[in-house]
């Protein structure tokens, strides 16, 4: 099967176009279909040149999702991330023999390995 040609396509998409009654109405499902269905034979790209259909929206699933049978699935999720808690003062402050002076002030994991190390107990025991 050769699958529709582009030429019919691309009048289809202008004739409902130039009858459209509002400027962002939706392409009918119908048409839309076609227009998937050419994407199979002759690709996304021609199809989007012939129809001046966005290539996204061609290459988007067939569900339709006004369909009543099809569970919708939300836009968005909302996550709530809390800042880490940092004191005013450090929980630690050394000073290296040449002047180097670190501080502190989160205790995390990396901050306590950063503090072995300057301190050169890095995976030794006492």
């Given at each position: 099967?050769?699958?529709?040609?582009?030429?019919?396509?691309?009048?289809?998409?202008?004739?409902?176009?130039?009858?459209?009654?509002?400027?962002?109405?939706?392409?009918?499902?119908?048409?839309?279909?076609?227009?998937?269905?050419?994407?199979?034979?002759?690709?996304?790209?021609?199809?989007?040149?012939?129809?001046?259909?966005d290539r996204r929206r061609l290459a988007a699933s067939t569900v339709d999702a006004a369909d009543p049978e099809v569970g919708s699935t939300p836009a968005f999720t909302r996550v709530e991330l809390s800042a880490p808690v940092v004191s005013a003062q450090p929980f630690a402050e050394v000073e290296t023999p040449t002047g180097l002076r670190v501080r502190l002030f989160a205790q995390t994991a990396e901050a306590l390995w950063l503090l072995s190390s300057v301190l050169g107990t890095a995976g030794e025991r006492p």
């Open positions: 099967m050769r699958g529709e040609s582009l030429t019919k396509l691309g009048a289809a998409f202008d004739a409902w176009r130039a009858a459209k009654g509002q400027v962002r109405e939706p392409a009918p499902t119908e048409l839309m279909k076609r227009a998937r269905a050419a994407v199979g034979v002759h690709g996304v790209g021609a199809v989007s040149r012939a129809t001046k259909v």
